[in-house]
Each structure stands twice: as structure tokens, then as C-alpha cells.
């Protein structure tokens, strides 16, 4: 069973910086790939970045000067570092493991096969 469990959410003024982290157990990252996947209200969700097995990664265009995925050496916790934060930030953030397929690495979330934690609130207001 593949558990996630996000930290470090949190409300932050504009311009500020957050760093999500992400513990996971019964997932080797050896396949597939990671990523954090955030949902503002009324909105889909959308994929934020991702990273698979081998360290390559991804971010979404519009974030890739701000945001940046990274994993730990023993590949059991992710994490989103979050600079120049803005309003339209907002939203509920999302770690998510995708052990069979690669989608997110391309922005995109596959119909079956993903695994999410709870999510942790970010909040961007001055």
C-alpha cells in the first residue's frame, strides 16, 4: 500500500516562499514517476511537476522561473519549493505517485493508477 503524507503548507504574503514536502512508504520510486498536483477552488486539478525514477523532472510553464520538484537521495520524500509566491497560487497541494505510467511528466493525470496524499492548504494573501 502506497501512503503520502504532504507538510509544510501554510499562509504566506505575496512574494514569499513556501517548501512542501512529501513522505511516502510502500513506494520504492524505482518506476514511473512523482509529482504535486495542486486544486484551487472551482478549478481541475493541474499538474504542477513531476519527477520519475531516474531524477528527470518537469514543471509546468507558467511556474518553471518560481517552482522547483526535487527528491531526497533515498528517494522517500518529495519536495516543492515555492518562490515568489503569488495569489493565484492558492489553492490545495497535492502529492500524488504514479508508479506505472508517466503522465504527469507531461501535465497530464491518468484515469487509474495514481496514489494521493490528503493535500496541504497554501495560501497567498497579503
Known amino acids: 500500500q502506497i501512503n503520502l503524507l504532504e507538510s509544510g503548507g501554510g499562509s504566506v504574503q505575496p512574494g514569499g516562499s513556501l517548501r512542501l514536502s512529501c513522505t511516502t512508504s510502500g513506494y520504492s520510486h524505482n518506476s514511473g514517476c512523482m509529482g504535486w498536483v495542486r486544486q484551487a477552488p472551482g478549478k481541475e486539478r493541474e499538474v504542477v511537476a513531476a519527477i520519475d525514477s531516474t531524477g528527470a523532472y518537469s514543471v509546468a510553464r507558467p511556474l518553471k522561473d518560481r517552482f522547483t520538484i526535487s527528491k531526497d537521495d533515498a528517494q522517500t520524500t518529495l519536495y516543492l519549493q515555492m518562490n515568489n509566491l503569488k495569489p493565484e497560487d492558492t489553492a490545495t497541494y497535492y502529492c500524488?505517485?504514479?508508479?506505472?505510467?508517466?503522465?504527469?511528466?507531461?501535465?497530464?493525470?491518468?484515469?487509474?493508477?495514481?496514489?494521493w496524499g490528503q493535500g496541504t492548504q497554501v495560501t497567498v494573501s497579503s
Open positions: 500524488a505517485a504514479e508508479p506505472a505510467s508517466r503522465l504527469m511528466m507531461i501535465q497530464r493525470l491518468p484515469a487509474q493508477g495514481i496514489y
